[in-house]
Structures are given as C-alpha cells and as structure tokens.
C-alpha cells in the first residue's frame, strides 16, 4: 500500500507542492485511507490549502481533481466533500497488496518504527495475599497485547509485574491471622482463606478501631525486618505466586521481571533524601508530604508519622530504578482508572525532582469489566471482588459445553475449551475503548456467532482447513484481474490496511484498535466465502481466490497473535 501513498504524492506534489507551505511529506502524511470502498483507497484532504487558496475545500477538491495527471496504476480520481478520492486500480492493487503478504508472512505488518527505542511495560501488578481479580486481568490482557504490538514493530521492550507485596494490608492480614488464623489454615485453598481473613478483619475493624493501630504497627515491624514477621509475609507470599503462575501460564504471559513493591525498601531512604535536600519534603501532622498545589493536585504523603512508607514512596524510588537500569525512552503502566490521581501525582513530584524522562511516562488507564449473570461458580465471595479462578472455571465450563454440542468428535476437547474461554475473555476486553467500562453476559462473550472472540478462532481454523483441501500449489503468480467481485475487493483493500491499523493501536495504545478490525476482516471473508466457492472453480480463478484466502489467513493469524488471542488448531 505504502508504494501507491509514495504514487499519489508525487501526482499531488506536481500540483501543490509548496502550496501553503505543504513539502511532499506532508502531502503523503496527510493522505488517508477511507475504510469505505466509495471513497477510494486514497483520500486527500483538501481543507488544509483552503486558508492560503482563499477558496473552499469543495472547490479545491474539484479542480484539483480536474487537473491531476494520473499515473498508469490510478483508475480515476473522485472529488467529494473537501476530498479528492484517488482509485487505485483493482488488479494493481490487488497484486500489491496480495504479493506483499505472501512474501512477508509472519511478518506481514511488522516494522522498524520501534527501532533503538526501549520502553518499559508495566502491567497485571496483582496484590500478594488477595485473589487475583478481574481489573487484574484487565491490566494482564491489554499489557500483553500492548508488548506483542511494541515487540512487533521493533521497539525494545522490558516488561514488569509490580507485585503488590507490601504495604498496611499487610499489617492487616498479620493481625488477623495472629487473632483468628487456623491451623488448618493451609489445607483447602489457603489464598480464599487468607482472603477471609483480609475480610474478617475488614468487619472487626468497624466495632474495633484499635486493630487499626495493631495492624499499622505490624508492619511497621515487618518494614523494620522483624524475622518472624518476615516469615509470614514470605509464606504469604509463596501461596500467592502459585496460583498467580498459573493464570500466566494459562496466557501464555511471561514477564522479563517480576518485581515486588517490597524490592524497592532500601531504595526509598535515598529517594526521600533527595526529595529533602531539594526541598520539596514538608512535615503535616508527624507526616512528610510533598506539596502539589501549583499542579494543582492534593498534596502526596511520602512518610507516616511512624516512618513507614506509602504506596507512591515505592513507586518514586521503582521509577528512579528503572530509568537507571533500563534507561527507558518510554514508560507504560496499565493500571486501572481509579489510580489516575495517584499517578498525576507520581509523574508531578518526579518532574519537580528535574526528572524530565518522567514526561515519557504514561498512565494505560481502562474502567471496569463486569460480566452479568452470576450462576454456578460466579458468585462474588465477599460481594465486591469477583475472583478470576472462578471466571476461568465457568468461561472453560460454558466453552465446553458449547464445543460438545457443536463438534462431540473433536479431539483435545478441554484444551480446545480453554483456548475458547480466553479468546472469550480477551476480545470482551477489547471490544471498546480501554476507557470505557464494559458489562457482558456469558452468552455474549461466547457467541460463536457475535462479535466475539471465538468468532475469530472460529474463522480461521475454518479458513485454514479450507486452505488444507486444496491439492494445487500454492502461487502468488496468479491473474489478478480474476479477483473483480466487489466482496474480493473490499477484502484486498481491508488487507491492505493492516499495517497502519496496528501503527495506529501503537499510538492510542489502543488493542480495541486492532481488535475491530480483525473482526472486519474476518466478517469480509466470511460474506466473501458464503457468496462463491474457492475451490473446484475455473483454475485461474481458484487459483487467485486460494491465494486471497492464504493471506487473510495469514494476516487474521498474525492480528489474533499480537492480541494474544489463542488460535486452536481444530475446533
Ligand atoms: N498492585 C496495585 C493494585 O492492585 C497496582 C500496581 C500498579 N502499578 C504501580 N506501579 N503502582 O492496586
């Protein structure tokens, strides 16, 4: 496609080049792919040159378009609304677009945008001690997709789960498990039971306010580090990490560290120093803050009264760490959107430290996932946490049932089931913006029919079992002329813009995004493949719409890929 924008330019710059002081890079910059056929395959805009022509867009658009000189692979060009609509020519295109998947395979949509530009991607970040949650997984799914689109355009990525390992709710569980833990505390499932007890202390807080006090100085001592104390908090600990390995392994997530909050004690003294000498630290009630008032944010605590430190106190000093192990020219956190302030306020006292790399950082912000119907296994133990285990369980159990009625031969049938429970639970997530909350049923989210994503597993297994029945060579020396029908043609252009859409998921950190559009492609196929037959054709024209097939397979493959979206081999 990039070759046709290069074409078009140079068409554009005979006419306007200089013009309202337009150079030929702009021209190409500025030229647009319409999604819908009717509007081309290029589009220029012409409002830009409204103000230095002194006439309007309309205007322009028509005799620019009367006077452009084509080249051989432009079929015509169109003015409309402000815009001038180039054609490209449909076999031209087609062999463009076709030849380029075909040679590139894997790789199709890649680039070197990323080259020499490290970025650090913060993301899942679970709490030690609680149940992994679904906001949890949020962060989980879209940091993953977010890497792979990175990785895929070349940028050099480390990525990090901050483990929540430290902390008062620490001192918490502490207290309770002193006040009311069992011996038996590590048969059953010990993460629920440590989890009761995060909750029974929640309840006796209310009618005991001392415990608040008790639990503060718990950890306090853990900070100090008190060994029995510390023994605690690694069994604690330990119980987590596994079942949280597991939900990674189900995702096929890996992280290049896995860093705990409680990583960053002896890096928080030399952080407040710095802020002290500076002068930004300022005692309030026993407490040291930093004040945020021309940012015009409340001010940040850094240090209690009995000198342990805050959530944000590790994340100055995790920052700082960073920077200096991995000198980052990008930073992401995908976190949840409750915590904007708390990362306003995190990237303004770095900038007031002279930390200007702080401005490369960024907040991945998303609202909530909720999933309606409760049923077997969904319900929600302590009314506000819905655990993932259970999600998982029922997402696998639903898909099952559902494989069972449609394919009872299939072999590999739980394994094909998980697959579909997390492309369920995936393409729920990035079924709109990130910012956006988003409430699904099961019934929704495992449609083989909706916009789903076992719709998107569905069609490419069915794509590649199709690819599988044919007997010739697979070419891409084919006729492109045969590839005339409007549905073939929608389906090339919609090929065609597959590296700019994942240019563009890159820059809004957007994997809805790409999502969107892989669920267009596949839709396109599919209204391509329910109207004419690819095999037993005419050869020239099987030959052509094997190889359309081919690379649709090709480019759904890579898209579902970078979402992170399992593709099973049958289903
Ligand atoms: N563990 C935190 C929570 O669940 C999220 C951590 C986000 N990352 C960070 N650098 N603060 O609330």
């Given at each position: ?271 407040i120093?710095?802020l002290k000498?500076l002068g930004l630290l300022e005692e309030s009630e026993g407490a040291q803050i930093v004040r945020l008032e021309k940012e015009g944010l409340p001010p940040a605590i850094i240090k ?6 805050l959530?944000i106190t590790?994340?100055l ?24 302030l708390?990362?306003q306020q995190l990237f303004a006292i770095l900038v007031k430290m ?218």
């Amino acid at each position: 496609m990039e070759r046709f924008r290069k074409e078009i330019t140079q068409v554009l710059r005979k006419e306007i080049g200089g013009k309202a002081g337009l150079a030929s890079k702009q021209i190409g910059e500025l030229l647009e792919l319409p999604t819908e056929s009717a509007h081309g395959d290029f589009a220029f805009p012409c409002f830009v040159l409204a103000k230095a022509e002194k006439k309007p867009p309309q205007t322009i658009a028509k005799e620019l378009a009367a006077k452009l000189k084509l080249t051989d692979n432009i079929d015509r060009v169109e003015a409309l609304t402000g815009y001038v609509n180039f054609f490209i020519k449909p076999a031209k295109l087609a062999e463009t677009v076709l030849k380029e998947i075909y040679d590139e395979r894997d790789a199709y949509g890649a680039s070197d945008r990323g080259k020499g530009r490290r970025v650090v991607i913060e993301f899942s970040s679970p709490n030690i001690a609680k149940p992994f949650g679904i906001g949890h997984l949020r962060s989980t799914i879209i940091g993953n997709a977010l890497t792979r689109i990175y990785k895929f355009l070349n940028y050099q990525v480390t990525t990090i789960n901050h483990l929540g390992d430290w902390g008062t709710q620490f001192g918490k569980i502490i207290t309770a498990y002193k006040k009311w833990g069992k011996a038996d505390f590590l048969k059953g499932d010990p993460l629920m039971n440590l989890y009761k007890l995060y909750v029974q202390f929640h309840q006796e807080e209310e009618k005991h306010p001392e415990l608040t006090d008790e639990a503060r100085q718990w950890f306090a001592k853990l900070e100090r580090g008190d060994r029995e104390v510390r023994e605690l908090w690694e069994w604690f600990r330990d119980v987590s990490m596994e079942e949280i390995r597991g939900i990674y392994s189900l995702f096929d997530i890996h992280f290049d560290h896995q860093l705990g909050e409680s990583f960053y004690t002896d890096k928080m003294p030399a952080v407040i120093d710095q802020l002290k000498k500076l002068g930004l630290l300022e005692e309030s009630e026993g407490a040291q803050i930093v004040r945020l008032e021309k940012e015009g944010l409340p001010p940040a605590i850094i240090k209690k009264s009995d000198d342990s430190t805050l959530y944000i106190t590790r994340d100055l000093a995790a920052a700082i760490y960073r920077h200096e192990t991995y000198s980052f020219e990008e930073m992401l956190y995908v976190v949840g959107t409750p915590q904007q302030l708390h990362f306003q306020q995190l990237f303004a006292i770095l900038v007031k430290m002279a930390h200007e790399w702080a401005k490369e950082c960024e907040h991945i912000s998303f609202g909530h996932l909720t999933l309606k119907e409760s049923g077997a296994g969904m319900s929600t133990r302590s009314g506000t946490i819905v655990f993932l285990k259970d999600v998982l369980d029922r997402a696998v159990e639903l898909a099952d049932d559902i494989i069972k009625e449609k394919n009872p031969q299939l072999e590999n049938r739980e394994k094909v089931a998980i697959q579909v429970g997390i492309a369920a639970l995936i393409y729920a997530d990035f079924s709109a913006k990130r910012r956006k909350d988003v409430k699904f049923s099961w019934e929704e989210i495992l449609n083989f029919d909706g916009e789903t994503g076992p719709y998107l597993q569905y069609t490419s297994v069915r794509i590649r079992s199709l690819l599988e029945k044919f007997s010739g060579t697979l070419t891409d020396k084919v006729d492109f002329e045969k590839l005339g029908e409007a549905e073939e043609q929608e389906l090339i252009k919609a090929l065609g813009l597959f590296s700019r859409t994942i240019l563009e998921a890159l820059e809004e950190r957007e994997p809805f995004v790409l999502a969107s559009y892989l669920m267009r492609l596949a839709k396109l196929y599919n209204k391509f493949y329910n109207k004419y037959r690819v095999l037993d054709q005419d050869g020239e024209i099987s030959l052509a719409r094997v190889l359309l097939t081919f690379c649709t397979s090709t480019t759904l493959d890579v898209g579902l890929n970078l979402l992170g979206i399992p593709i099973p081999e049958k289903m």
